[in-house]
């Protein structure tokens, strides 16, 4: 599951298969994107963030004000921040998640390949 944390130090956005910790000096803009938002990484790099709107018409039409509420918490928190020399972006696989994922489709081409073999 998607999760975004705005800490005192670093923002720490957790995608289904890696979790990044960005320190804010390494931080330098943010894109909107369909579901979500992208955090724009001053090395040229970018973080996808999903941001998921709770409720039934939130889900359909709650995208917009869920990144603008996100993007206002981040940079009221940079405000805040003191000044930081370490701008070390750190990325760590979610190995499990890689490991469950590849089971699932091999699972399915086995019930696929056991129905073409059985009809």
């Known amino acids: 599951m998607a999760a975004l944390l705005v800490a005192d130090d670093a923002v720490t956005v ?3 298969f890696a ?8 931080l330098k803009d943010f894109r909107e ?3 979500g938002l992208f955090v724009m990484l001053h090395d040229g790099g970018k ?3 999903t941001a998921y709107a709770s409720g039934s018409s939130g889900k359909a039409f709650g995208h917009k004000k869920m990144v603008a509420q996100l993007i206002a918490a981040i940079e009221d928190r940079m405000s ?3 000044k ?3 701008a070390t972006v750190v990325r ?3 190995t499990r998640n890689i490991v ?3 089971c699932t489709v091999v699972l399915a081409a086995g019930v696929l390949w056991g129905a073409i073999a059985t009809y």
Do not use: F, K
């Open 33 to 35: 994107a369909r579901i």
């Open 84 to 86: 930081q020399d370490d």
């Open 80 to 82: 805040l921040a003191g």
């Open 19 to 26: 979790t990044y910790r960005i320190p804010y000096p390494a």
């Open 100 to 102: 469950i994922s590849v």
């Open 47 to 49: 973080v996808p963030v």
């Open 92 to 94: 760590t696989i979610e």
């Open 14 to 16: 957790r995608n289904s």
